[in-house]
Nanobody, 125 residues
Framework: QVRLQESGPGLVKPSQTLSLTCTVSGGSITSSPYAWSWIRQPPGKGLEWMGLIRDDGSTAYTPSLKSRTSISRDTSKNQFSLQLSSVTPEDTAVYYC?????????????????WGQGTQVTVSS
């Protein structure tokens, strides 16, 4: 059973960079055919897929966030991380890391099999 756990600061100031880490257990982030994603849910809104890193280390991002988003991994720690730069209050959300075995529809949150519990991040001065 794959388990994911998000960690990182719950409060970030505007214009700063949001950094979160997802620690994976019960499976390797280098195992095919997994894709490992960050998904967020702003208050009162639906789930928004942000980007992913695949088992081979390649990445993909949603176009609206691509210029501010970076996803990387540390295979020695079985972790992958999110950095979102130049944050504004509109980036306030619950952030989830998630994993899917499929290679199809990976931008659709409903296709994800495994989820972390989520972590609240508030952007405020």
């Amino acid at each position: 059973q794959v388990r994911l756990q998000e960690s990182g600061p719950g409060l970030v100031k505007p214009s700063q960079t949001l950094s979160l880490t997802c620690t994976v257990s019960g499976g390797s982030i280098t195992s095919s055919p997994y894709a490992w994603s960050w998904i967020r849910q702003p208050p009162g809104k639906g789930l928004e897929w942000m980007g992913l890193i695949r088992d081979d280390g390649s990445t993909a991002y949603t176009p609206s966030l691509k210029s501010r988003t970076s996803i990387s991994r540390d295979t020695s720690k079985n972790q992958f991380s999110l950095q979102l730069s130049s944050v504004t209050p509109e980036d306030t959300a619950v952030y989830y890391c998630a994993a899917t075995r499929t290679r199809v529809g990976v931008t659709t949150p409903q296709r994800y099999d495994y989820w972390g519990q989520g972590t609240q991040v508030t952007v405020s001065s």
